[in-house]
């Protein structure tokens, strides 16, 4: 279980709350080694991850937590987190910003400085 000494622990800032918060229903994480970062939230979603280029890791979802913190301080600074669940009728539908992109910085100068 994810908790407030979890977040500690990984030295996680508040903007990971969402999500902790998925976590628990996580099936797996995957990350194209750039910038995208997902939590599968089914088994169909993380049977397409398995099948795909992006790295994947399928453990606990406190090792999990920490994987995708850690992917995220080594992402360029497009990077974002979503969750995503299979949706036959809109597959589009099936995407939930977790950590949207850009909202971890506090104007856009922030962008330039993710590289000092």
Partial sequence: M???QTFR???????????AT???EARLVAWDGCHKMYVALDDVEADWFRNSDYTVVEDTPEIMLATLKKWWDESCPLKFINGVVSNPDDPNAGFTSLIGQGDWCEDEDDWDDEDE
């Fill in 2 to 4: 994810i908790t407030a």
């Fill in 22 to 24: 998925a976590m628990p």
């Fill in 9 to 19: 622990e990984l030295d996680l800032p508040s903007l990971f709350v969402p999500v």
